[in-house]
């Protein structure tokens, strides 16, 4: 009897150390960010310059992607398996979680195309500030486990003129396997 509640137990414990966090889902409807229909603007492309100030609003899914990259790097490394990795492979698993590396680099690129870059909490908070351009930004990673060595990031940015009208959308994919 103690036997088999010992087995249960250390089972249960390797299989919870060795656990990795998936990747949030992608959400894709722009639920939550317009509460009114979205026009066509008449721009034929996305206004840029040193003139031209943006404001930024982060998709929800942000959030939820952020959280599993903070997941990700908190047990990257620690599970019962990944004590055999030699620590180049460790560090790796680390050094690819940081949870708002995507986040910041698409607000860098960003601020050297527009004089003003500012990120917004909200859309009332962007309505009010009545920037040039509007950008919903949303990116998603999948990070190397046990089980893949594959690392995916997908950046997208919508373009909305100061009217909310709909300009374009920039999309940027990186997979190494």
């Not at 250390?10 to 990747?23: E, F, R």
């Not at 840029?48 to 899914?61: A, E, F, M």
């Not at 979680?97 to 860098?108: E, G, L």
């Amino acid at each position: 009897m103690k036997l088999a509640l010992v087995s249960t137990l250390t089972m249960t414990v390797l299989l919870t150390g060795c656990s990795v966090p998936t990747a949030p889902k992608a959400v894709s409807s722009l639920d939550g960010v317009f509460t009114e229909p979205v026009g066509r603007s008449s721009a034929t492309h996305v206004p840029n310059g040193s003139h031209v100030s943006l404001g930024i609003v982060y998709r929800r899914n942000i959030q939820a992607n952020r959280a599993y990259l903070q997941h990700y790097q908190a047990n990257a490394g620690t599970g019962f398996d990944q004590s055999l990795l030699v620590q180049p492979i460790h560090d790796a698993y680390v050094a690819t979680s940081r949870p708002d590396h995507a986040v910041d680099w698409v607000k860098a690129s960003l601020q050297r195309q527009f004089g003003s870059v500012t990120v917004f909490p909200d859309m009332q908070s962007l309505r009010a500030a009545k920037p040039d351009v509007v950008a919903i930004v949303d990116t998603r990673s999948q990070l190397m486990t046990s089980r893949s060595s594959d690392i995916e990031a997908n950046v997208s940015a919508e373009f909305y003129d100061s009217n909310f009208n709909y300009i374009g959308t920039a999309q940027g994919m990186t997979l190494r396997r």
